[in-house]
């Protein structure tokens, strides 16, 4: 099992341009996650899909689309990026999102200019 | 490297000594709890995990214990070595709610 993957590893953007970090998993996990970490702070929620066809927002969603349509890839859509989603990005996956571990991809380094 | 931990508090332990990091958590609710190791440039990678139904709970050479009373975990790491040099940090679960994660510790192992 290759785990979580993520590309690109980095990305540099102007503000106003929009792009997609791809996430994808091949444990046939259900739940699938999108989070942002920055300096001095724990990872936070963007948002979240409890299976194929269903996402939901998590903590800070404002500026990032998301969608499901298979159970292995869950794309983050930033519509116009800001230097305030300068950010590192992780994806992460579980079985389900009650009580599991969930395991991380290796992230995406993200710069807006 | 990545720029995350900059901030963070630092222990520093001596190669070969044990190490404690500790964790306050927020919600009386959470039931589910999990350590993270993240090294430079990876993703977090999970440690060990512990349900509120128990107080103790061991894994290889690392420890976690939960104090509900007082709302604080503490992951124990035995005869630290080199390689265990990372940030750590601390996720709680309530049901029906999503992972709230720390802002974690850097762990530095001296020779």
């Known amino acids: 099992n290759a785990g979580v993957t993520q590309t690109p590893k980095f990305q540099v953007l102007k503000t106003g341009q929009s792009m997609t970090l791809q996430c994808a998993q091949d444990?046939?996990?259900?739940?699938m996650s999108w989070y942002r970490q920055d300096p001095g702070m724990g990872l936070r929620l963007i948002h979240y899909?409890?299976?194929?066809?269903?996402?939901d927002q998590g903590e800070v969603p404002n500026g990032y689309n998301v969608s499901r349509s298979t159970t292995e890839d869950f794309p983050l859509r930033l519509l116009s990026a800001a230097p305030s989603q300068t950010s590192v990005y992780f994806c992460a996956s579980s079985y389900n999102g009650d009580s599991y571990e969930q395991y991380f991809g290796p992230g995406t380094r993200l710069t807006v200019t | 490297g990545e720029s995350v931990g900059l901030h963070l508090p630092t222990l520093s332990v001596q190669e070969g000594d044990n190490s404690i990091i500790n964790c306050a958590y927020s919600?009386?609710?959470?039931?589910?709890f999990i350590w993270y190791k993240q090294e430079s440039g990876k993703g977090p990678q999970f440690i060990i995990d512990i349900r509120s139904n128990m107080d103790k709970r061991q894994g290889q050479r690392v420890t976690v214990l939960l104090n509900k009373t007082v709302k604080h975990l503490s992951l124990q790491i035995a005869a630290t070595q080199p390689g265990d040099s990372a940030v750590y940090f601390c996720a709680e679960k309530a049901p029906r709610q999503n992972f709230v994660f720390g802002p974690g510790t850097r762990l530095s192992v001296l020779p």
């Open positions: 919600n009386s609710a959470s039931d589910y």
């Open positions: 899909s409890v299976g194929a066809g269903i996402t």
């Open positions: 444990m046939n996990h259900e739940y």
